[in-house]
């Protein structure tokens, strides 16, 4: 069931909550998707099967929460998952990102630490702004244009707007410790077209946690979205169970 939730300038963000022990699996999306994605279903209804608690939502603008996409940044959408967790998570949390959504669970986890249990990045993509773009590319986006590039997953091109790229731009995480000192698991596809595993042995570097794996999936690409992919996911789930 789709419920709402009001953000306090009115902004209104869709969600799905299943009630249940341990710490709340709170799913995050990538860029451009949502939580009636693969993954996120596939999460959903593990948990609920096994009696586990579990928060998936929308970004504004994208999905069931209605707004402009164009107006989606990091930061506006790191406020909206505090505020979710502050409404409806009594206790901890583990954090699951997806592709950008994994450098979004870095930026949530910064925010709350005392209630973050674990992370799991699944092609996590901390400061794309930065690598993923050419000089030109990042010329355009700096003087306030928006980009498209082609859409391996769907029939209209990707748009990078001008106010993400430069909110990402401040929110860079590899070049210095990240001060998360939660159990941390990434878990990153060989053929990762998208995010090349060396993101993730960056990752794991610049985590402070002494307590941190990067699981490398052979034949494995950037949706890690196989049987098997979302098999590894559930069982590295279950582990934080406690």
Not at 69 to 88: H, N, P, Q
Not at 100 to 110: D, E, I, K, N, S
Not at 165 to 173: C, H, I, N, Y
Not at 178 to 183: G, K, L, S, T
């Amino acid at each position: 069931m789709i419920q709402t939730h009001l953000m306090p300038d009115g902004r209104t963000i869709a969600y799905r909550h299943t009630p249940g022990t341990g710490p709340t699996i709170l799913f995050l999306p990538g860029y451009m998707s949502d939580m009636a994605g693969s993954k996120a279903s596939a999460v959903f209804d593990w948990a609920a099967a096994n009696g586990r608690a579990c928060l998936l939502l929308d970004y504004s603008g994208c999905g069931q929460s209605p707004g402009d996409f164009a107006d989606g940044t990091l930061s506006r959408w790191r406020d909206e998952v505090l505020s979710l967790i502050a409404a409806y998570v009594a206790g901890p949390v583990v954090l699951v990102g997806s592709s950008m959504g994994g450098w979004l669970m870095l930026l949530v986890a910064r925010a709350i630490p005392d209630r973050i249990a674990g992370l799991v990045g699944i092609a996590a993509a901390p400061d794309f702004t930065a690598w993923g773009y050419d000089e030109a590319q990042k010329a355009q986006l700096a003087a306030g244009q928006t980009i498209l590039e082609p859409n391996p997953y769907g029939p209209e091109p990707t748009p990078t707007h001008a106010a993400f790229w430069a909110d990402g731009q401040s929110q860079l995480q590899l070049d210095s410790p990240i001060p998360i000192d939660a159990p941390v698991r990434l878990l990153h596809g060989i053929e990762d077209a998208d995010v090349p595993p060396a993101i993730g042995h960056r990752l794991l570097g610049a985590l402070r946690s002494g307590d941190v794996q990067l699981t490398l999936v052979k034949g494995g690409d950037h949706r890690l979205s196989r049987d098997e992919d979302i098999a590894l996911l559930l069982r590295t789930l279950a582990t934080f169970a406690d």
